[in-house]
C-alpha cells in the first residue's frame, strides 16, 4: 500500500483533494473551520523563500500554514 | 442571569428609538473600514476589562434622521472562540456580557471573494436568530476573479436583505443605511445543518445542564451552549470558572455520545455552506489570473519578494529616523520655548523649577514620540489595509520561528530600533497571546534612537579620536546594534522555552486579497493610537518626570553650584547609596547619578553626566566634545581613570539591556493591562545588564585591560 499524501509533501502548484484530516486536534479544527474539510479541492500556491510556511488556495481563499500543520492533512490525487 | 437579562431585554424595548446594530465579520472582511464609514469621529474606544480586546461602539444618523447605534465586535472565523476577541464576539451575540446590551440587529460582513469561508461563521451567526443584514464586500475583487454572485436570490434564501458593497471606495454605503433604517430588519430564515442525533440530545442536555447553573439562558438556542463547550481559548475569556467545570463534563458527554463531534459538526456545516453556494455563485472552472497573483509574483518572489522587502522597511526606516526628525525638533523647540518663556516671566523658585524642569519637560517628552506614533501607525495601517502586512508575515515566518515566535512579530521587533514605544503598542496585530506577550517583553532589547547619544558618548570616550579610524567607531555601533538583536533573540527563545511553555498556537495566516487602502480609516486608526498614547501612558510618563526632577532638585543646598546641588541631592545621595554595588561593574558614584536620572529615559544620561561635572550644557547632542574631554580627566581618589576603556565598554552593555524607559514601562503596563508585566521586564532586563556589565568589567580586568 502505498503511503498517502501530505499536504506538506506537494510541490508547488499541484493540486489534490483532502482525503482525512485527524480529528479532535484543536489545530486542525480550526484548519476545517477556515475550509479544509475532507473533499476539498486545495492547491499549493507556493512555498516561502526559506521554505516554510506553505501558501495554498482552498475555496478561492488562500491561506498559509507551515509544514507542521500541513502534515498532517492527507491528499488524494486531484480529479 | 437574571439581571443580564432585564437589561438586555430595556433595550430591546427601547429600541425603536435607538436599536444597537452589530458588526461582525472575519478579519480582513473590512469590517473596520464599514464602521469607520459609518460613524466617523461618532465612536468610543475602550477595553473589555481584563483583555486587551478593543471595544468600539459608534453612532450614525439613519436616513429619517435617527440615531442608530453601532458596536464594532472583534473580526472572527468562528464562534468557537480560540482568543479573547473571538470570545467577545461570542459573547456579546448571545447576550452572556453584563457591560454590553446583547445587540437588536446584526450586520454581517462577508468578503465576496472568499465566500465559503465567509459564509460559514454567518450561517452561524444566523442561527442565533436576530434580525440580520448581510453585507457583500469587496465586490470588485470578486468581480476581478470573475466571480457572479446571485444576490437576489442569496436574499431569497436567507430572507434577510443582502447588500453588494465596495467599502473602500464608499459603494453601497447609502445602500446598507437605508437597509439600517428600516424598522423592521427581518429575522434570517436560515435552518442548522442536520446534526446526527447522537449529537443532538447530548447538546439538548448540555443546555439543560448550563441553564441550570446560568452559564446561558434558559430559553437559549440548541447551539448556544455548543459555543462555551467548544471553547479553545486557552485563557477561557469570557466564562465563569465555576461554570468550566459543568462545561468540561458537557464535553466529556459529547465525546463519549460521538467521538470527533466538532470535527463532524464542522463538515456538516460546510456541506451546507457549499450547497448554499452551488445555488447562489456563479465561477469559472480555474480561477483566473487575479492582481493578487501578479503581485504576489513579485512581492513573495524569492529574490524581487525579499529586494521589495527591503525597499518598504528602508523606506519606513527612514521616514521613522529621518522624516520625524523635523516635527521633533519643532515640538523640542516648541517645549524648549515655553520653558525659557516661563524663566524669564517667572520669579525664581521651586514653583518655576516645577514647572519648567518638571511638567513642561515632562509633557515634552511626551509628546516628543507622537511624529514617530503618527508615522508608524499610519504605514502600518497602510501595509494592513493593502494586504502587505500578510505578506511580510509570511517572508519572516521561518527565521521568526527559529526563536518560537511568528512572521507577525518581525514589524514590531523591527520598529523598535527607532523606538520601542510605537513597537509595543503594534503588537496588537499579533493574535496569538504569548507571541504578543514575548514580542512585548524583548522589544526594548534592540538598539532605539535613545540608546544613540549615549552609545556615541561612550564610543567617543572609549577610543581616542586621533588615533582611531572612524572605521572603528561605526564597527563599534555595529556589535552594538548585532548585541542588541542578539538580546532579542535570546530572550524570545529563552521565553518561550521556559518562562511561558504551553502550546504554540498553529500558525494561521490568512493571505488577503490586494486592494486600495481607504485613507479615512487608516487615520482615523492612526488618531486613535495617538489619543491612547496621550491618555494611557502620557499620564504615567508625566508623574514619573515630575518624581525624577524632584529626587535630582531637593534637598536644597543653599548657594551651591549645580554640580554641587545634583550631589546632594535625593538622586546624588541615591547614586553614593548605590555606589558599593555598581563599583565592581568599574562605576564610581557619579556614573551612579547618571544611571539613576536617565531611568527617565537613556539619552538623560548624557545631559545628566553633563551637569555632574559641570560641563557647560550643551543644548546640541552632537556637540560632545567637552563632555568626553572631561569624561577622560575624571579620576578615582586613587589617580586612577574613571573612564578606561573597559569601564566604557561595561557602560555600553549595561545600556544595551537595562530597561532604561519609563516610557516603555508605561506603554507595556497599558497594553498588557497590568504592573506584572511591565515589572517582569524591569527585573529580567536590568538583571541580565548588571550581571553582563559585570561578567565584561571583572573578565576584563583578570585579562589586564
Redesign the interface.
Known sequence: MVAPLKLSELPAGQSGVISH?P??R??????????L??G?RVTI??R??????I?I??????????N??AAFIELAAAP | MSKRQASSSAVAQGFSSEPLFALIGNPNSGKTTIFNALTGLRQKVANYPGVTVEKKIGECISQHGKRLQIIDLPGAYSLNARSPDEAVLRDVLLGRRADTPRPDRVICIVDAANLERNLYLMTQVLELGLPTILVLNMMDVAEDKHWRINVEKLSGILGIPVIPMQANSGRGLIELKVAMSRTDVPVPQWQSPPVPEAIRAELSRSRDALAQVGAVSADAKLMEPLYLISDHDPSHYGIASSHLDRIFECRKGLERAFPGWEDELVNARYAAVSSLCKEVLHRPQEDGRTLTDRLDGIFLHPVWGIISLFMVLGLLFYLMFSVAEGPMKMIEALFGGLGGWLQGHMGEGDLRDLLVKGVIKGVGGVVIFLPQIMILFFFIGMMEDTGYMARIAFIMDRLMSTVGLNGKSFLPILSSHSCAVPAIMATRTIESPKDRLITILVSPLAVCSARVPVYILLIAATVSVTAVPTLTKVGFMLGLYFLGLSGVFFFAWLFNKCVMRGVNSPMILEMPSYKRPALKSILLHMWERVTLFLKRAGTVILGLSILIWFASTYPKTPGATPDQQLANSFAGQAGHFIEPAIKPLGYDWKIGIGLISSFAAREVFVGTMGIVYAVDESEDEKNIQPIRERLRDERWPDGRRVYTPLVCLSLMVFYAFAMQCMSTLAVVRRETNSWKWPLFQLGYMTSTAYLLALLVYQVGTLLGF
Do not use: K
Not at chain 1, 29 to 35: A, D, I, Q, S, V
Not at chain 1, 57 to 66: I, P, Q, Y
Open positions: 484530516i480529528t479532535g484543536s489545530a486542525l479544527t480550526r484548519l476545517r473551520e477556515m475550509g474539510v475532507p476539498t500556491i507556493r516561502a523563500p526559506l521554505g516554510e510556511p501558501e488556495s482552498v475555496h478561492g481563499s488562500r491561506l498559509a500554514m507551515r507542521h500543520e
